[in-house]
């Protein structure tokens, strides 16, 4: 793990749909809103970052297989794959690097299926209900567990 490494910033589906898709649950903000949020809070840690979305579950698997040896951490909302996918869980756990878990709404205050989280299984740290604001906070958790 190097602080010369970015990190990576993985969305899931549904993300790339923010702003439009039921701003009472997860407020007006957009995803280039939230890619933006990411970018500064990670230079003002002196780390560099790439953000991506899709809503292809494979699209995912590969992005975080390929991370492996080349990012220092990643951040993740899988969205609703974070509920349902063995495979995000068995590709973040051979990439060794931490994971760090961000949920705009409350996982745990929704329907009772939104409650487990695969990906919680392998996050050193998990955040969620800070709308927007928790991306800032996992940048944060990112960058002290790369400093070690």
């Known amino acids: 793990m190097k602080a010369?490494?970015?990190?990576?910033v993985l969305n899931g589906p549904n993300l790339n749909?923010?702003?439009?898709?039921?701003?009472s649950v997860y407020g007006t903000a957009t995803l280039k809103d939230v890619?933006?949020?990411?970018?500064?809070?990670?230079?003002?840690f002196g780390l560099k970052t790439e953000c991506r979305q899709s809503n292809s579950e494979s699209e995912?698997?590969?992005?975080?297989?390929?991370?492996?040896?080349?990012?220092?951490?990643?951040?993740?909302n899988a969205g609703a794959y974070s509920h349902t996918s063995v495979a995000l869980l068995d590709a973040l756990t051979l990439t060794e690097i931490?994971?760090?878990?961000v949920h705009i709404s409350n996982i745990h205050a929704r329907e009772e299926f939104r409650h487990n989280s695969y990906v919680s299984k392998i996050a050193k740290a998990v955040i969620c209900g800070?709308?927007?604001?928790?991306?800032?906070?996992?940048?944060q958790t990112a960058a002290k567990l790369i400093e070690g």
Do not use: F, N
Not at 4 to 8: A, I, M
């Open 35 to 44: 890619e933006d949020l990411c970018r500064k809070t990670a230079e003002g």
């Open 4 to 8: 010369s490494q970015p990190v990576l």
């Open 98 to 101: 931490p994971i760090v878990e």
């Open 130 to 139: 800070c709308g927007i604001d928790g991306y800032a906070y996992a940048m």
């Open 60 to 76: 995912l698997v590969s992005w975080i297989q390929a991370a492996r040896g080349a990012y220092a951490a990643i951040i993740i």
């Open 17 to 23: 749909m923010l702003g439009v898709r039921e701003p």
